[in-house]
C-alpha cells in the first residue's frame, strides 16, 4: 500500500487543492455534501472532484458485520468506516489510516467528543517521528492549521485513553490511503456528519487484518491509489 508523508501544523499543511472547487461532473448531491462551509467561525474548504472517487465518498451500504445499530466500525485494512444505523445498513466513510491507526485493534467507546479541538503530540510521538512532532510540542489550538481538523471522537477502553482519535483533516488527497501522520482521518464534511450522528459512550470496534479480509475480500491498492479486491 501507498504511503504519502503528510507535513503538520500551520505553515506546514500542504494545503494546494483543499481550497478548490468540486470540478464539474460529480452528481449534484455528492458536490453538495462536499462544498464548502463556515462552521465555529472558521472555512471548511470543498473537497476537490479528484479526491471523490465512489469509495471515498459518504454513502449508505449494505452492512454483513455482526455489530449493533449505533456501533462504529473501522476498517484501517480496507479504509473504511462504517457507522451501523440498522440490521445490514450503515453509512460508510472512507478513511485516511496513519502510523498511530495501524497500531489498534479490538473494542473501545467514545467518552470524549470536541469541535475543532486542540492537539499536542505524545512524547512518543514526538520521539518516534521528531521531524514531524517535535515542532508542536507545545500544542496547536483549535483551527485549520490543526491536524485533528474540524472535530475529533477519542476512543477509551476501560476508562483510560486509548490515545486512539477518529478526526478530520484537511489533506483530503489523504483520503482512501495509508499515510505516516495521523490515527484515523476523514473529510471535514464526514467528520462534522459522523461527530453530530454519534453519542457520548457509541461504542467502537476496529477490525483486525483477519477481519477486514473476512468481510471485505483482500484489496490491493492501483497505481490511481484507488483500492479493488486484488485478482
Not at 32 to 42: C, P
Not at 53 to 70: D, H
Amino acid at each position: 500500500m501507498q504511503r504519502r508523508d503528510l507535513l503538520l501544523g500551520a505553515g506546514a499543511l500542504a494545503l494546494t487543492g483543499c481550497i478548490e472547487a468540486p470540478a464539474q461532473g460529480l452528481p449534484p448531491d455528492v458536490a453538495a455534501r462536499y462544498a464548502a462551509r463556515v462552521d465555529g467561525g472558521f472555512t471548511v474548504h470543498a473537497v476537490p472532484a479528484a479526491h471523490l472517487p465512489p469509495r471515498n465518498r459518504r454513502v449508505t451500504v449494505a452492512y454483513t458485520g455482526p455489530e449493533r445499530p449505533g456501533t462504529i466500525v473501522v476498517d484501517p485494512h480496507a479504509r473504511f468506516l462504517y457507522l451501523v444505523t440498522g440490521p445490514q445498513r450503515a453509512f460508510r466513510y472512507g478513511i485516511a489510516v496513519g502510523w498511530e491507526g495501524r497500531n489498534f485493534a479490538g473494542t473501545a467507546a467514545i467518552r470524549r467528543k470536541a469541535v475543532w479541538p486542540s492537539w499536542t503530540p505524545t512524547a512518543n510521538m514526538i520521539r518516534m517521528h521528531p521531524e514531524h512532532y517535535a515542532p508542536y510540542a507545545r500544542g496547536l489550538p483549535g483551527g485549520p492549521p490543526n491536524p485533528l481538523g474540524a472535530r475529533a471522537l477519542y476512543l477509551y477502553r476501560g476508562g483510560r485513553d486509548t490515545m486512539y482519535r477518529i478526526h478530520g483533516t484537511q489533506e483530503t488527497s489523504a483520503i482512501g490511503h495509508d499515510t505516516i501522520a495521523g490515527c484515523i482521518r476523514l473529510f471535514n464534511q464526514d467528520i462534522i456528519d459522523l461527530y453530530d450522528r454519534v453519542p457520548m459512550g457509541a461504542p467502537v470496534k476496529v477490525r483486525s487484518m483477519a477481519e477486514s479480509l473476512r468481510l471485505e475480500g483482500r484489496l490491493a491498492e492501483g497505481p490511481d491509489g484507488i483500492l479493488r479486491a486484488a485478482g
